[in-house]
């Protein structure tokens, strides 16, 4: 049996540490903003680094390929290191990835700037559910949670039309640049309000494949694949399709990415009605619309206005979308949540570096219809095995 560490939780009347919480959150915003910059900027940084936008959207696969590896392994590498140290660490090493794509004089450079952030991705998910057990009591946990996904919703709204200005203004690598100073200041703020955080070594196998044993968690796995896969195959290749099918200029390119994200924040927001009434009528209605988007755009995607106002709807869905996967996991195996969570943050990293992967080739090959096409089919599968889902569940799908 090989030896594991466990993070044991505060009790219900131990102190809360909020400013911990926060801390996370600002660091939360910094690397959702670093993960999907390159989504704003990829027509700049191909054409600075002499390679194609398919290449240069390489950088979301190879850094959800290390996320993968990164969360498979970190706890096993980790071992009985302070927690508060190890988010330190991340923290510090996303400001070095920001730093060694902003300064990358090849492609070589830049990919490895890329694979950093994809450990830091890796290793932050796999212990954030942790990390806000150890911050908060029990009963305040979800409101811990939720604060957390507050940064990445904000990171949505601003991080893809804030690229994309600040790239027009100050250049692609002043755009990474400017992340450097956010993660300096939630490296300090963590360093004065997170609390030690030692670990504990209990003995047991890792539960996280284990799971798969279950065929509703297979099928449900596969639709959150699925979707994923067909979400970035379309979305890492918008800007290049708004510039040369729309014929978008800088300005206008900002605000459909700024009103993609405003979309997504009320679409996360509002997701929670829909989940109440039935969570996998939610699940396979989303991917339906979203190929029902995709099938739209290859019809007036030369028509300025229905672009604009079918790609926000595309982020009013693709947004919303995984607080309605995160519901389904913490409904389908509640008492095994924390290896439920490790599963899902491979799922998806794999996900969507396959996604990125494929529609880059399909770009650069043969086009944006069938990156698009390809998106669209692929949602409709998610959308199948996420019937095929509910099947698996007692009674009729919710």
């Known amino acids: 049996m090989s030896s594991t560490s466990i993070a044991a939780p505060l009790s219900l009347g131990a102190r809360a540490h909020w400013g911990g ?35 240069a959207g390489y950088g979301i696969a190879i850094s959800g390929a290390f996320a ?4 498979l392994s970190i706890s096993r590498l980790a071992g009985a290191i302070d927690r508060k140290r190890l988010l330190l660490a991340l923290t510090a090493l996303m400001a070095l990835s920001g730093a060694v794509v902003a300064l990358a004089p090849n492609y070589t450079t830049y990919m490895a700037g890329r694979a950093l952030i994809g450990i830091v991705i890796g290793g932050f998910w796999s212990m954030s559910a942790a990390t806000a057990m150890r911050l908060v009591p029990a009963d305040r946990v979800p409101r811990a949670l939720a604060i957390f996904n507050g940064g990445n919703a904000l990171a949505t709204v601003v991080a893809a039309p804030l690229g994309s200005y600040l790239g027009a203004v100050i250049g692609w690598r002043g755009a990474f640049l400017c992340l450097l100073p956010i993660a300096a200041f939630a490296l300090g703020w963590q360093w004065m309000n997170l609390p030690s955080m030692p670990v504990e070594q209990r003995g047991g196998k890792a539960k996280v494949f284990a799971l798969l044993k279950r065929r509703v968690v297979r099928l449900g796995m596969a639709a959150c694949a699925a979707f994923f896969m067909g979400q970035f195959a379309l979305f890492t290749y918008v800007r290049p399709f708004l510039e040369t099918v729309a014929h978008v200029d800088a300005s206008g390119l900002a605000l459909i990415l700024l009103g993609m994200g405003v979309a997504g924040f009320i679409g996360t927001v509002a997701i929670g009605v829909f989940l109440k009434r039935g969570i996998y009528r939610t699940l396979i209605a989303i991917p339906v619309f979203m190929a029902a988007v ?73 086009g944006y219809k069938s990156t698009f096409v390809a998106s669209g089919a692929v949602l409709v599968v998610a959308a199948l095995l996420a019937f095929m889902t509910a ?8």
């Open 391 to 398: 099947g698996q569940r007692r009674g009729k799908p919710r």
């Open 294 to 366: 995709a099938a739209a755009l290859l019809v007036w995607g030369s028509w300025l206005w229905p672009v604009a106002a079918l790609l926000a709807l595309w982020g009013l869905l693709s947004t919303a979308a995984p607080v309605g996967w995160w519901s389904w996991l913490a409904q389908t195996v509640p008492e095994e949540a924390e290896a439920g969570g490790g599963l899902m943050v491979v799922v998806v990293q794999c996900a969507i570096a396959l996604g990125s992967t494929v529609g880059g080739m399909l770009f650069d090959s043969r």
């Open 68 to 71: 993968v590896v990164t969360s």
């Open 21 to 55: 919480v926060f801390a996370m959150t600002l660091c939360v915003f910094a690397l959702i903003a670093s993960e999907f910059m390159p989504v704003s900027l990829l027509t700049p940084m191909a054409a600075d680094l002499g390679i194609s936008e398919g290449l």
